[in-house]
Nanobody
């Protein structure tokens, strides 16, 4: 397992932008060949996958997004800094949630199911007012 710490949440008006960060640390703390994900959970709702990113052993980077955020959110990572990002533009009130960074073990692909992720951050709150 790795240790994850998110930051960057806050309160913004609809249409605004935020960038979330997730710093990864630990004995096996590296982002290459590890599926990294952002999930979110709103009050009374299930945790849902927002975006995932994975660099395979050939160096190809794959990203996937929930339909609700496509075209507005971008997931990226800085391997040298062991940091995962989520750039969010065009925020809507329905984006209001606690956002979590999650990681899988090395060399396995991504999943939409939160139960497949063994490492989680503490979460950072995003609140969008209309």
């Amino acid at each position: 397992q790795v240790h994850l710490v998110e930051s960057g949440g806050g309160s913004v008006q609809a249409g605004g932008s935020l960038r979330l960060s997730c710093v990864v640390s630990g004995d096996t703390a590296r982002l290459r060949h590890r599926c990294m994900a952002w999930f979110r959970q709103a009050p009374g709702k299930e945790r849902e996958r927002v975006a995932t990113i994975y660099t395979d052993t050939g160096g190809s980077i794959s990203t996937n997004y929930a339909d609700s955020v496509k075209g507005r959110f971008t997931i990226s990572q800085d391997n040298a800094e062991n940091t995962l990002y989520l750039q969010m533009h065009g925020l809507k009130s329905e984006d209001t949630a606690m956002y979590y960074c999650a990681a899988r073990r090395l060399y396995i692909g991504c999943s939409r199911d939160s139960r497949d992720y063994g490492s989680w951050g503490q979460g950072t709150q995003v609140t969008v007012s209309s």
